[in-house]
């Protein structure tokens, strides 16, 4: 029952839109129709007053001529002002905001959101958007150098593909996350926001800024992470020592220069002499093999276990290192494979696509760089030891052997992070890796 009128609860709903209504929230014109907040007010909002009395005749602006008692000449009616910035448009079906392509310029504002509505930033640069009131969610994709205001957000911020962006809440916000993104600072501004959760992937440099008191606090969410297969086979990770104030990461199995794991001596030249698209530098350190796309696998086998490997710019590689080495560098590399006998200090992917490496005796660490797609084989109980440290990784996995067989783990890229009590950073592997 609504004024006297009985609705079938899927029959009350706004002339304009056909979304449902609600007893506490409507709004009824003269000529008895029924609209939703957002669409009464852009029909018959004038330019700064409401038509309330005489919707049907719109209001028109006294002409110097009725004084003298003339008729004036019909003015064409006052076009009826939007209730946001032309910036920001409203979906025809009422659900969103967009604000879209907005560069540089005065702060978009949407000030009248209703909760269930959600608002699209898209593509904009240099810009700032304030929101006001309740709004259900917020989206902020492929944006850069752009700032966004929220009071209170019921579900969740998305952050996706962004640069150099900001996002402050002043009221609540339960979640957010932030994907692909570099350089993001998010400021909580209340008790409320502070609970907020945060998830985050393939992320780099975000700070977040919360209130002690009057007093403004701004702590870094961790990016770089340490995984390592425990005892019960299940992949430990946790946040690097970077952020805790360690002395530094302790490797997993330690190789000592002198100790042949295999327990004979080395195999540097069993696959014959080293490939001349290895090339050895001048100054006797390291070899390099670069730019190389398919063909037949690539052997560098006459090398002291000093020496470290450059793999570089190569595609539809395949490159062998036999023996024992210093370190080996995987970088700017697509669909390429590395294998790898014994490594005594580090290997490393970085900037690589759809990369595999193979660590056949020994390896204490290993780190992969923003990088989309990784498999790391571990073909021995030492290099099972191996710590592999990540930041801003996608799609890692994670093959050791159990006995005879072949376990494949996903290495997590989702992590939750939440401001503690004491104002510390807490940050867990994703719900989505522990089942």
């Not at 910036?87 to 005065?106: F, H, I, M, P, Y």
């Not at 690539?298 to 470290?308: A, N, P, Q, S, W």
């Not at 036999?322 to 669909?335: P, Y």
């Not at 290993?366 to 021995?380: G, P």
Request: net charge negative.
């Amino acid at each position: 029952m609504v004024e006297g009128a009985t609705f079938h609860p899927t029959c009350f709903k706004c002339t304009t839109c056909s979304n449902k209504l609600s007893v506490g929230s409507f709004s009824k014109s003269n000529d008895g129709k029924y609209y939703c907040k957002t669409h009464y007010e852009r029909l018959f909002k004038m330019r700064g007053r409401y038509s309330l009395d005489a919707i049907e005749e719109p209001f028109q602006a006294k002409s110097p001529s009725s004084a003298t008692g003339t008729t004036p000449a019909p003015e064409q009616a006052a076009a009826p002002a939007a209730t946001e910035d032309s910036r920001a448009t409203l979906s025809e079906d009422c659900k969103r905001w967009s604000v879209q392509a907005v560069s540089g310029g005065e702060p978009v504002y949407i000030t009248e959101p209703e909760k269930h509505q959600t608002v699209q930033i898209f593509k904009c640069s240099n810009a700032t958007v304030i929101i006001k009131g309740k709004v259900n969610s917020v989206s902020i994709d492929n944006c850069s150098k752009t700032q966004v205001v929220m009071d209170d957000v019921i579900s969740a911020v998305e952050v996706m593909n962004c640069k150099g962006v900001k996002f402050q809440i002043s009221g609540s916000c339960p979640s957010a996350s932030i994907d692909k993104t570099d350089g993001c600072n998010v400021h909580m501004m209340s008790e409320e926001a502070k609970k907020m959760q945060i998830s985050t992937s393939k992320h780099s440099d975000i700070q977040v800024t919360y209130m002690d008191n009057d007093d403004p606090v701004e702590k870094p969410i961790p990016e770089q992470f340490v995984h390592s297969v425990e005892a019960d086979d299940t992949i430990k990770s946790k946040v690097s020592s970077l952020y805790s104030g360690g002395a530094g990461t302790t490797p997993g199995a330690q190789v000592d220069e002198n100790d042949d794991p295999d327990g004979g001596t080395e195999e540097a030249t069993d696959a014959g002499p080293t490939d001349s698209r290895a090339v050895f530098a001048e100054n006797g350190k390291r070899w390099t093999v670069e730019a190389v796309t398919g063909g037949e696998p690539l052997y560098i086998t006459g090398h002291d276990k000093h020496h470290t490997v450059l793999v570089h710019n190569c595609k539809d590689a395949t490159v062998v290192i036999k023996g024992k080495i210093n370190s080996v560098a995987i970088d700017g590399c697509t669909n390429t494979q590395v294998v790898m006998d014994t490594v005594i200090s580090t290997v490393e992917v970085s900037n690589g696509k759809k990369v595999k490496f193979q660590i056949t005796a020994a390896c204490p660490m290993a780190s992969v760089d923003k990088t989309d797609s990784c498999s790391i084989y571990l073909m021995s109980d030492k290099a099972k030891k191996m710590q592999l440290m990540t930041s801003k990784h996608s799609d890692i996995q994670l093959t050791y052997m159990k006995g005879e067989d072949p376990v494949e783990k996903p290495i997590p890229e989702q992590f939750v992070h939440t401001v503690e009590s004491g104002g510390v950073i807490k940050s867990v592997v994703s719900s989505l890796y522990t089942g």
